[in-house]
C-alpha cells in the first residue's frame, strides 16, 4: 500500500502531470501498520510531492481528503491536481459516512481523484467486533475495488484513482485481513 502512492505520483510526472498526493487516515486493525510505513517512507513521499499527515479520527482525515479535490478553486495554486488516499477500518467507514458521502457528492478533480482504503475484517481476528462496510459504501454510492492479493494492491489502487479522476467519485479499495496481513 505504500509504493501506491510512490507508484501513482511516478506515472503521472512520465505523464506530464502537475499533480501532487496526499494521505491521511486513522490507523487501526487491519491497516494497523500502514501509517507507520508511511512513516519509514517519509523521504520518498516528500521527494515527490506527497504529503503524509496521520488523521485525529478518521472523520478529519476525510474531511482533509476532500479538501484536496478543491485545489482548482484556488487562484495561484502551485499544482493542477491532487490524488488523495483516505484509510481507515470498517468502524472509521461507518463514523465517516457523512464527510464521505457529502466529499463523493461533492465530486472529485480531473487531475486529482480520491482513493479510500478500508480495512474489512470479517472473521473477527484482529478487531473487536466482525466488520464489513460493502453496504455502508453502496449507499455512499461509492464504487468499490476488491484486490485478492498484495501483488493486486498497487494494480487495483492505480485503477481505482483512475476510475476516481474519469468519473468524478471516490472510488474505493477494499482490504481484509487475509490479504493485507499477510
Known amino acids: 500500500l505504500t509504493r501506491l502512492p510512490l507508484v ?6 512520465a505523464a506530464g502531470l502537475n499533480t501532487a498526493g496526499f494521505i491521511s487516515g486513522y490507523r ?8 507507520q510505513s508511511l512513516e519509514r517512507a517519509r523521504k520518498y513521499l516528500d521527494d515527490l510531492n506527497i504529503k503524509f ?7 478529519l482525515a476525510a474531511t482533509a ?6 485545489v482548482g478553486f484556488y487562484q495561484n495554486h502551485s499544482v493542477d491536481g491532487v490524488f488523495g488516499i483516505w ?9 465517516s459516512g457523512d464527510v464521505i458521502r457529502h466529499a463523493n457528492a461533492n465530486g472529485t478533480a480531473p487531475l486529482g481523484g480520491v482513493l479510500a482504503i478500508f480495512g474489512d475484517d470479517h472473521a473477527c481476528k484482529s478487531s473487536t467486533l466482525p466488520c464489513q462496510s460493502d453496504h455502508a459504501l453502496y449507499a455512499m454510492q461509492v464504487p468499490q475495488l476488491y484486490p485478492s492479493s498484495i501483488q493486486e494492491f498497487v494494480e487495483y489502487g492505480l485503477l481505482g484513482i483512475a476510475m ?3 468519473s468524478g467519485c471516490w472510488t474505493a479499495l477494499k482490504v481484509t485481513s487475509e490479504t493485507v496481513e499477510t
Open 8 to 13: 501513482q505520483r511516478r506515472r503521472d510526472i
Open 65 to 70: 481528503v476532500w479538501g484536496t479535490q478543491q
Open 87 to 95: 484509510y481507515g477500518k470498517a468502524p472509521g467507514v461507518d463514523r
Open 28 to 35: 487501526g486493525s487491519p491497516l494497523g501498520s500502514f501509517d
Open 53 to 59: 499527515i496521520p488523521g485525529v479520527n478518521e472523520d
Open 164 to 166: 476516481s479522476r474519469y
